[in-house]
């Protein structure tokens, strides 16, 4: 399965500690969101473009008895939502909070959902701990983030 990494989040919040908090929402999580979408975008891409759907089509691909495409589907929303987010964010619109506030919050929920299929190992191959951290950091990350919004 293709591996998300949606550390940049985490590290664009820790790296901003010595911004104002101004800064902070306007250009630090903004840059964090905006890497991580394009990076759940081009993963998925890679995934797509590397065979991964198996010749069998986007909506008929399947993995371990479950339509695929419902999942790629919210990601590849989650990752333009988190894109738009960070555009209003940056050029300080006047939705951009809402915006981000709301693709922060698919974040939060893609992480945690996806915990549960990166926990199973049906197989024996999986590297549990390699899939958990990045679902962990985007998880506390976007808490993070959305606490920053919920705070101001």
């Not at 998880?139 to 919920?150: D, P």
Request: glycine share 12%; hydrophobic share 50%.
């Amino acid at each position: 399965m293709v591996k998300r990494f949606f550390v940049v989040v985490l590290l664009c919040v820790f790296a901003s500690a010595a911004y104002g908090q101004n800064e902070l929402k306007t250009r630090a999580i903004p840059v964090g969101m905006a890497l991580t979408g394009v990076i759940i975008a081009g993963s998925w891409t890679k995934f797509i473009i590397n065979g991964g759907l198996g010749g069998e089509g986007y909506f008929i691909c399947m993995d371990k008895g479950c339509l695929r495409w419902p999942e790629m589907t919210a990601d590849y929303a989650a990752a333009g939502a988190l894109v738009v987010g960070a555009y209003g964010l940056w050029t300080e619109q006047e939705w951009g909070e809402a915006a981000a506030t709301a693709a922060l919050g698919a974040l939060l929920y893609l992480s945690f959902r996806n915990m549960g299929s990166a926990l199973v190992d049906d197989t024996g191959e999986k590297n549990v701990l390699a899939e958990m951290m990045p679902l962990t950091i985007s998880l506390v990350g976007s808490a993070m983030c959305l606490g920053v919004f919920i705070a101001h």
